[in-house]
């Protein structure tokens, strides 16, 4: 099965090398991509200089954006999978071949990587949001996600079509909850370790988190059932 990386990066330049490095070392077996989302540093100049496959889009369109033109290149590239991967160093990759023997094993549409699968949720108020995203996804879906807004996710062939397709979907976990009961995804969690962030500062806010909990919690519960 033939799998591709997908690194959205924007304004990484303390990481992106140090990322890309470390996932060549350790997962040689994987193909990848950078999706360089308009940064205004030096994240494309570094990925040019080091060779790294590297794709320069000319604004910046968010995650979303980043995400969507990652899974359009693996579908014309005719992957098999494809692995979300963060530029920022939180996500280990000796984890990588853990989420695609857990796709094999289970036949699942999406794997997601998990903290929390066999270990506890520590008590803070990020968890305490994303407890209640688990408990509307099981509510309205019927399945339990430990640890839904985990960036670090795999997505078979059928769901890489998904993405790259339409233009409604995000790698967020109301997509997930859309997925499963409208689309009848399996997605099933394979535990992993992530470190914080090596270099410069998460986009989300105290105050940008409280609206992204609350913009999911409200797609979960009623925008995905007027879409098709």
Known sequence: MSTLIIIPAYNEEESIVSTVEE????????DYVIVNDGSRD????????????????????????????????????GYDSVIQFDADGQHRPEHLADLVRRQEETGADIVVGSR?????????????????ISALIKLTCGVVIRDPTSGMRLYDRSMIEQFATRTDLAPEPDTLAFLIKRKGAHVTECQVEMR?????????????????MANACVSILFAMWFRK
Not at 201 to 212: A, C, D, G, M, V
Request: hydrophobic residues 35%; glycine residues 8%.
């Open 23 to 30: 996932l060549r070392a350790v997962a040689p077996e994987f």
């Open 42 to 77: 030096r994240t494309s100049a570094l990925c040019h200089e080091h060779g790294y496959n590297v794709i320069d889009q000319p604004v910046n369109l968010g995650l979303t954006g980043g995400f969507q033109t990652g899974m359009k290149y693996a579908w014309r590239h």
């Open 116 to 132: 929390f699968v066999t270990e506890p949720k520590p008590r803070s108020l990020r968890m305490a949001g994303s407890n209640l």
């Open 196 to 212: 914080d962030r090596m270099a410069g500062e998460s986009y989300l806010t105290l105050s940008k988190s409280i609206s992204y």
